[in-house]
């Protein structure tokens, strides 16, 4: 099998902010995998929070190149969890639909709507600001507000509640909060119709959500990122995100999300900020989520060829030219 591995730098519409930093580009890392007849596709965003970049990802992807009879399974055993595996293991299981002539979802045995509602990321500035993101993404059912641990965080939210009343709102720390803030907003952000709080502590440091009250739920980004994770979570959070980028791929992200709906826990499928081709193995498993977070490429100056179709805040299901 022949691999492909290469880096594409995708400018976005603005620069996008978290509490860790900005940025103005998405950096993504292509692979390509052939067997001399068919090609799949897979898309990976290194991660700077998790020790990762272009240069490292592509090494791991060439250290298995000479790897004789490779298949997902086999790529568990191979690589850790991560953007290398992920970009990896979505291009097999391209070439398998393309071997098969089946689609993804349908030899994962995931059910597939035709469209899922997606939320839609406003990135950390000020109060004004935020709101005026807000205003002009009015058609825009659900927005995510990314917060930076500082006083203003409950001015932003105020000020994106009065510009856009209708929507409804889930917040993203970034784990950047301290107990004492959350103490102090976590009422107020309530009475605003704050639905989810994504991670708002550091991951080390998430213990002591066991001791506070959860007027609003809590769900795992940063502190998650496969199946392993499940059973330090409980009686810290009741949602986790599930991005593809964090378990090394689909394979993994479909046994995440089966344990821990076993577990008791909602679902979150998120995304870094990358094309349409990062998204579309996520928008199998949107299908059955309570939470839908696949904006990357509404962030993006320009998406790939055959991009998924984003009409009114809801995602179709990715065509044949793009993935699955």
């Known amino acids: 099998m022949l691999i492909e591995a290469r880096e594409e730098v995708w400018p976005l519409k603005q620069p996008f902010r978290i509490s860790r930093g900005s940025r103005t580009e998405a950096r ?3 692979v390509t995998v052939t067997d001399g007849r068919r090609s799949g596709r897979g898309e990976a965003v290194p991660i700077k929070r998790y020790s990762q970049s272009v240069a490292s990802v592509l090494a791991q992807i060439e250290s298995i190149k000479g790897e004789r009879n490779l298949d997902r399974h086999r790529l568990q055993e ?12 979505c291009a097999l299981w391209d070439l398998e639909a393309k071997i098969s002539g089946k689609h993804v979802w349908e030899l994962a045995n995931v059910p597939m709507v035709p469209e899922v509602e997606t939320s839609f990321t406003i990135s950390l500035d000020t109060p004004a600001l935020m709101a005026t993101a807000a205003k002009a ?11 930076g641990g500082d006083d ?5 939210v105020e000020a994106v509640r009065e510009a856009a009343p209708a929507a409804r709102l889930l917040i993203d720390a970034n784990e950047s909060w301290s107990p004492p803030h959350y103490q102090k907003i976590i009422l107020a952000l309530k009475r605003l119709g704050v639905e989810l709080i994504e991670q708002p502590f550091a991951a080390d440091a998430d213990e002591v959500l066991e001791t506070l009250e959860h007027p609003i739920p809590i769900c795992a980004d940063e502190s998650c990122h496969t ?14 995100n599930v991005k593809l980028d964090k378990t090394g791929g689909l394979t993994e992200a479909l046994v995440l999300s089966q344990r821990a709906r076993e577990s008791g826990f909602k679902l979150l499928i998120g995304c870094m900020v990358g094309t349409s081709l990062s998204m579309a193995p996520a928008r199998i498993l949107a299908s059955t989520a309570d939470y839908v977070d696949l904006d990357g490429p509404l962030l993006l100056a320009r998406d790939r060829d055959h991009g998924l179709a984003y009409q009114h805040g809801k995602i179709g299901i990715p065509s044949r030219g793009l993935w699955g």
């Open 227 to 240: 199946s392993a994770d499940l059973a330090r979570l409980r009686d810290r959070y009741e949602v986790v």
């Open 137 to 147: 993404s009015a058609a825009a059912p659900i927005l995510k507000l990314k917060l």
């Open 152 to 156: 203003v965080d409950l001015a932003r």
């Open 28 to 30: 993504v890392v292509a």
């Open 78 to 89: 191979l690589l850790p969890a991560g953007a290398a595996r992920n970009a990896l293991d």
